[in-house]
């Protein structure tokens, strides 16, 4: 049971009467998408201004931002941001979320957009995380579908509750539980603001561990790039021979002639059977199986 309390200041407008009720709505609604709501009770203080901010287990909000605030104790406080420069995601999809959940096809001639720094100091959120944010879930949707999306992060929600989540996972976690290797090139361009390379790095992907794979839990793969060019972003994926995606990585800044060692675990619920044959294969933008 969650026990939900609702104040307001005296000369508050706010309708206390009528918002518990849709408090608890709002709560069961998302706690049926998501899975189970994360603490045991929720506090909403309505502060007489416009937008909210959300707490753990808690808002301070108006009215109009209530439903937004409530789908951050899934997304922002449930799982939260690994750091500032993550904090694009929870504001993109609680905002792709709350308008909708349409889907739009990014433009790929439209200039890269950098939602994600990487950098371990930024301390503010990127004002564009809820508009461009919410346009990035957008695309993805276009391109997986919304409920697809729905699944992928109901499974991240159920798999990792209570962790933190940086960009580069929830790329690799998208990628590995929809087996669309195109929203590399939406995170290479729309959230990490890379442009397209000519000609372009080219990688090669090899397994380190020999045999047998699945019983790790974990597999170390080497990635270079025999290319010209520097590769700013890729992502590693091992697919099981009846061409499941179990397991997927993001990986940065592979200069040429160099290479990186990498090491991918198991999606839960997606563990190998040790017999079972395992591809590896890399994508950078615009790549094809490589
Ligand atoms: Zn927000």
Redesign the pocket.
Known sequence: AITISAVKFATGGANLAASLPRIVRLLSEQEQRYGEFAGDSYVCLFHGATG???YANATTTSES?LR??V??SWF?RGLTPASQADGWW??GF??YLDTGERCEWLDFRAPPVELCSRRTFQRTTARRS?EAGSRVFRGIAAVIGPERLLDAMRELYTAQRGASVSTPALEAHLVASTRAVELVDVFHRFVYGFDDRVPGPRLRVEALDAHPLGLTGSVRVRVANDGGDRCRHFVVVITAERHEAIAAVAGFELAPGRSQTMSLRWLRDHEPPAHERLIASVYERGSDAG
């Open positions: 909210g901010m959300e931002a937004h605030e789908i951050h922002a929870d504001e609680a905002t809820y």
